[in-house]
């Protein structure tokens, strides 16, 4: 059994839902994972931005034009009257649901509910068209499976017990659709794994279920050696360990959710990375066979900060680095890149929420300096440090880019270097002349 996602651009159009569906059917037994439509969640993003602002005329305008675009698919997509029918009666009840909560007072809560909606209509749609085409298929709800623990991580325990129980309800049919990216949380209210997560729910399905294989379907060839929204001439990379793809993805390459590759790690089952537009192209295999001497990727996370704490003292006396980390527990804060000399120590965060209350804290150990609107490149490959010759390859590159912070030797997939967002561009087209020609 394999787990096939499938993202917004692979189901944008009537059309490319009928592709899609050609695709899938070609093999029995699959769960398959749907996007929103490529722009519905945006505009499902705005629609509750302009609920925060009590805006509710811009908001009925952003539910009405979505209202109209899904009216179009259902009468291109779908052609018998009982299944025009039925899914125009399933839409025009969520666009009825969307119009009641713009009359509520609104909150999280409800911006959530709202963000639900993309992954319901998307698969809704792809169900009554393939029961239209004759086929076997049952939509399995994600949010009666798909769960986030008290701290907002996958619980994949109940995710397992959950998703094999309702196939075990459902068994018989020859194919399953589900919906990416919406979960229950621990409160038990809809959720959602941020954006891109639809990624994220496929490996986790993949893992719940012991699949053969995750393939993450898209609008590329793969996974590319740079970011090709950025760096002309990039070229797609055709084996990844595990550590490299999660190395790439939580560092910024946008083809993959940032933790979508642990569960699937954690089950060792192979992650494939196909083309919608290009079904034969080979795409990129990630699994635990390492490659050994290359370098693979590079990728950049944006807006990142960099925190310095520095002191006159011994300041890496004994305890001093346990003291600096729990003030970023306390805040619940991850910490990307850590440096440290003899008289200072330098980290960097993304999440910023805290970022104030964590300098207040610091400052009893020293002098804290923060530099805002920096970005880390992070390069990926074999970087086992017993190789030659590839460090100073990397900083070759890096000639005439000033380079905040240096990470080397956390593990032996990367390199990872900070550097101003503002010398992001030049940097990562630096990286790809210098390490790919
Ligand atoms: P989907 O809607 O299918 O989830 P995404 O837009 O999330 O698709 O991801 C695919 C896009 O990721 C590509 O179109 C490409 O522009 C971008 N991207 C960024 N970095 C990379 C990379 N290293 N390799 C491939 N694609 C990348
Ligand atoms: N529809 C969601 C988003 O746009 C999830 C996903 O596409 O993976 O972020
Ligand atoms: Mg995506």
């Given at each position: 059994m394999k787990v096939l996602k499938f993202g917004g651009t692979s189901v944008g159009s009537a059309k490319r839902f009928q592709e899609v569906a050609r695709l899938i059917t070609a093999e029995k037994q699959n769960i398959v994972v749907l996007s929103a439509m490529s722009g519905t969640t945006n505009s499902l993003v705005e629609i509750a931005g302009y609920l925060y602002s009590r805006n509710q005329d811009g908001a009925r305008d952003t539910i009405a034009s979505l209202h109209a675009k899904y009216n179009g698919v259902i009468n291109e997509l779908l052609t018998q009257p009982e299944s025009v029918k039925k899914a125009q009666t399933y839409i025009d009840g969520i666009f009825k649901a969307l119009s009641e909560?713009?009359?509520?007072?609104?909150?999280?809560?409800?911006?959530?509910?709202?963000?639900?909606?993309?992954?319901?209509?998307?698969?809704?749609?792809?169900?009554?068209?393939?029961?239209?085409q004759g086929v076997n298929v049952k939509l399995l709800p994600a949010l009666s499976f798909m769960r986030t623990d008290a701290q907002g991580e996958p619980d994949l325990e109940a995710i397992k017990v959950l998703l094999n129980q309702l196939l075990e309800k459902e068994k018989g049919a020859d194919l399953y659709i589900t919906q990416g990216y919406i979960c229950m949380n621990a409160r038990d209210e809809v959720d959602n794994l941020k954006r891109g997560g639809s990624d994220y729910s496929a490996c986790l399905i993949g893992a719940a279920t012991g699949?053969?294989?995750?393939?993450i379907w898209t609008d590329i060839d793969g996974l590319h050696n740079n970011d090709p929204r950025v760096v002309e001439k990039t070229s797609a990379v055709r084996h990844l360990h595990f550590d490299e793809a999660a190395e790439l993805a939580y560092f910024g390459a946008k083809i993959l959710h940032p933790t979508c590759i642990l569960p699937a790690r954690y089950a060792n089952i192979p992650v494939r990375l196909l083309n919608t537009l290009e079904p034969e192209a080979p795409g990129t295999l990630i699994d635990s066979v390492p490659d050994t001497g290359v370098i693979k990727a590079v990728a950049a996370k944006d807006n990142i900060v960099a925190i310095k704490i520095k002191s006159s003292r011994m300041l890496l006396a004994h305890g001093f680095l346990r003291k600096v980390f729990e003030i970023f527990e306390t805040y619940r804060t991850p910490i990307d890149m850590i440096c440290t000399s003899?008289?200072?120590?330098?980290?960097?965060?993304?999440?910023?929420?805290?970022?104030?209350?964590?300098v207040h804290d610091l400052k009893k150990y020293g002098t804290v300096s923060v530099d805002l609107d920096m970005c880390i490149v992070c390069v990926v490959g074999d970087m086992d440090w017993a190789n030659c010759g590839f460090e100073s390859k990397v900083m070759n590159a890096l000639k005439s880019i000033p380079v905040r912070m240096v990470s080397y030797g956390g593990s032996n997939y990367n390199i990872s270097l900070l550097v101003r967002e503002e010398d992001k561009v030049a940097t990562l087209r630096s990286l790809s002349q210098t390490l790919f020609g």
């Open positions: 909560i713009t009359k509520e007072p609104f909150g999280d809560i409800q911006e959530r509910i709202i963000l639900s909606k993309g992954e319901l209509m998307s698969t809704f749609l792809m169900t009554t068209y393939l029961e239209e699949a053969d294989e995750i393939q003899e008289v200072g120590v330098s980290l960097t965060i993304d999440d910023t929420r805290y970022l104030s209350e964590i």
